[in-house]
C-alpha cells in the first residue's frame, strides 16, 4: 500500500521546498545566467530509472541544486533581458501553491463553482483596469477566460472565425470552403500553427506587408488583399492584428484595421500578448485605438504582469457565438447548473475539457500588488528601457532599429550582420546577461527586452558596460 504524505510531513517539507525557493531568489545575481554545460548534461547526471523506495524531500532539494539549477536559463535574473519577460512573483508563486493544494478541475461550473466565478470577475476586473470596451465585460454579452497562452487565444479566435465565415456549417462538415487568416508578416508564428490545426493550411495564412519605418500592418494592402480574395472565390475569416510584435513591438493600426474588417464582416482578433500589460498604466493605453472593432482579444499575464507561466487573458465580444463553436456537450457532463443556463461552463471556451484553478495566481497578484504596485511595475520597464536606448543613442558605433514604446529596444552596430552575431555571442557569453536578437528589414538586430522583476539601473547599466565592452572587438 502507497504511504502518502501526511498533512503535517507535507507542512514541514512545504517550509523546506518555500526556504529553497526563497534562496534561490536571494542568490539569482550571483548565478550566470545561461548555463554553460553542453547538451546531455542534465540527462547524464540522472539515474537510469526511478527509485524503488521513496526518497525524503532533503534528497530531492540536493538534486535541485546539484542537477537541475546549473542546467538552467534562469528566467527571473535581473540580467535576463531576452525574448520577452516571464515574469513571476511571490504572490504568484504562492496562488499557484494553493490551486495545487486543492487540486480543482475546474471544466463545468458544476465542478467547481467559485473556481468559475472567481476567473469570471477577475477578467472584469482586467478589463476595467485596462479600460477594454464595454461589450467584452461579462456583464452583457462577452466575457474573459483564462486561456495557457496566447497561442490557444489565437486558436480559438481562429476556430470561431471559421465558425462565423462558414455561417455554422464548419461544425457538421469541417472546413469545406477555402477561407483565409491574414496578419502581418511581423505577426506571430502562432497564427499559422492556428491555420494549420485549423485545417486551413499554411497557404490559407497571407502575410500583409507592414510599413517599412513603423513596421506595422498597412492597412491598405490588407484591403487589398481581402477584396483580391473575394474576387477569387476565397472567404476572408480571420485578421489578426497586434499590439506589441515580437520582433520590435510594433503597434498595428486598429482604426484603420477594424473599419476593413467590418466593411467585409471578418473576424478581428487582437493579439497583445506582450504589451497588453502595459495598458494598465492608462498613458501606455495608445496601442488600443480602434480596439471597440475587435472580436477578441487577448494578453499574457504572465509576460509583464507578474504572474508566473501559464495565464492568457481572453476575451470575446459575443460568446454566445464563441460557446456555439466549441462546445460538445456529452451525457455524462450534463447537469442541473448547465442545463438551466445561468451560468458559464468555461470547458466551451477553450480546446481541451479540463482546466485547473489558474484564476488563484492572478487574484493572488491583484491583490498583493495592488493597481498602484503593478502600474509602478510597468513604468520602471519602461523607464529602464529608455535608460538603456539613451545610451544607444549616444553612441555612434550603434543605432537603434525601431521605437521603443514599451520595455524593449531593437539595436546594432552600424554596418554588417557579421559583427553584430559576434557582439550578441561575446555578450551572452560572459554570463552576466542575456540578449536575443530578430531580423528587421533582413537586418541582423540585437533585442534587450527589460522585465525581470528584480531588474534595476545598476543592472541595464551593467548590460550597456558590457555591450560597449564586446563592441570594441566585435567591430574589427
Known amino acids: 500500500m502507497a504511504r502518502h504524505m501526511t498533512p503535517d510531513e507535507f507542512r514541514q517539507a512545504g517550509y523546506a521546498v518555500v526556504d529553497w525557493i526563497a534562496d534561490y531568489w536571494a542568490t539569482l545575481d550571483k548565478r550566470p545566467v545561461t548555463s554553460p554545460d553542453p547538451p546531455g548534461t542534465v540527462a547524464a547526471r540522472l539515474p537510469a530509472g526511478p527509485p524503488t523506495h521513496g526518497e525524503p524531500v532533503e534528497a530531492l532539494l540536493a538534486d535541485l541544486d546539484s542537477v537541475v539549477t546549473p542546467g538552467l536559463t534562469h528566467w527571473q535574473h535581473p540580467g535576463f533581458f531576452g525574448y520577452f519577460p516571464a515574469n513571476t512573483s511571490g504572490p504568484s508563486v504562492l496562488g499557484d501553491m494553493v490551486s495545487a493544494g486543492l487540486g480543482v478541475q475546474g471544466m463545468l461550473w458544476a465542478t467547481g463553482p467559485a473556481c468559475t466565478e472567481l476567473e469570471t470577475v477577475l477578467l472584469d476586473w482586467l478589463a476595467d483596469l485596462m479600460d477594454l470596451p464595454r461589450r467584452f465585460r461579462s456583464s452583457g454579452p462577452g466575457g474573459g477566460v483564462i486561456q495557457d497562452s496566447a497561442s490557444s487565444a489565437t486558436l480559438v479566435a481562429t476556430l470561431v472565425a471559421v465558425h462565423r465565415a462558414a455561417r455554422g456549417r464548419w461544425r457538421q462538415v469541417g472546413v469545406d470552403r477555402r477561407y483565409r487568416v491574414y496578419t502581418s508578416t511581423e505577426g506571430h508564428s502562432s497564427v499559422e500553427k492556428a491555420a494549420r490545426i485549423a485545417g486551413l493550411g499554411a497557404e490559407g495564412v497571407r502575410l500583409i506587408e507592414v510599413d517599412p519605418e513603423t513596421r506595422a500592418m498597412s492597412a491598405s494592402?490588407?484591403?487589398?488583399?481581402?477584396?483580391?480574395?473575394?474576387?477569387?472565390?476565397?472567404?476572408?475569416?480571420?485578421?489578426?492584428?497586434?499590439?506589441?510584435?515580437?520582433?520590435?513591438?510594433?503597434?498595428?493600426?486598429?482604426?484603420?484595421?477594424?473599419?476593413?474588417?467590418?466593411?467585409?464582416?471578418?473576424?478581428?482578433?487582437?493579439?497583445?500578448?506582450?504589451?497588453?500589460?502595459?495598458?494598465?498604466?492608462?498613458?501606455?493605453?495608445?496601442?488600443?485605438?480602434?480596439?471597440?472593432?475587435?472580436?477578441?482579444?487577448?494578453?499574457?499575464p504572465h509576460k509583464w504582469l507578474l504572474t508566473g507561466f501559464d495565464c492568457d487573458a481572453f476575451w470575446v465580444a459575443d460568446a454566445g457565438e464563441l460557446v456555439e463553436a466549441l462546445t460538445v456537450l456529452p451525457e455524462y457532463l450534463r447537469n442541473a447548473a448547465t442545463e438551466s443556463g445561468a451560468v458559464i461552463d468555461y470547458r466551451d471556451w477553450q480546446v481541451p475539457l479540463g482546466r485547473r484553478f489558474r484564476a488563484l495566481k492572478l487574484w493572488f497578484v491583484l491583490r498583493w500588488y495592488g493597481v498602484e504596485g503593478l502600474r509602478a511595475h510597468i513604468r520602471s520597464g519602461v523607464a529602464l528601457a529608455a535608460r538603456f536606448a539613451d545610451r544607444v543613442r549616444a553612441d555612434d558605433r550603434f543605432e537603434l532599429v525601431a521605437g521603443h514604446p514599451y520595455a524593449l529596444v531593437c539595436f546594432r552596430l552600424r554596418g554588417d550582420d557579421e559583427p553584430n552575431e559576434r557582439l550578441l555571442a561575446a555578450v551572452n557569453a560572459t554570463g552576466r546577461v542575456h540578449l536575443t536578437h530578430t531580423r528587421v528589414a533582413g537586418q541582423y538586430t540585437l533585442r534587450l527586452a527589460v522585465g525581470a522583476p528584480q531588474t534595476t539601473e545598476v543592472h541595464v547599466d551593467g548590460a550597456w558596460e558590457l555591450v560597449s565592452q564586446a563592441a570594441r572587438t566585435a567591430a574589427d
Do not use: N
Not at 221 to 241: K, M, Q, T, Y
Not at 249 to 272: K, M, S
Open 221 to 300: 494592402a490588407l484591403r487589398a488583399a481581402i477584396e483580391a480574395d473575394i474576387a477569387a472565390g476565397v472567404i476572408p475569416a480571420l485578421v489578426v492584428a497586434t499590439v506589441g510584435t515580437t520582433s520590435t513591438t510594433a503597434v498595428d493600426p486598429l482604426p484603420q484595421i477594424g473599419p476593413i474588417c467590418a466593411e467585409h464582416g471578418v473576424f478581428l482578433h487582437v493579439d497583445a500578448a506582450y504589451a497588453g500589460s502595459a495598458a494598465v498604466c492608462p498613458e501606455l493605453r495608445f496601442g488600443h485605438d480602434g480596439l471597440e472593432y475587435a472580436d477578441s482579444y487577448c494578453f499574457d
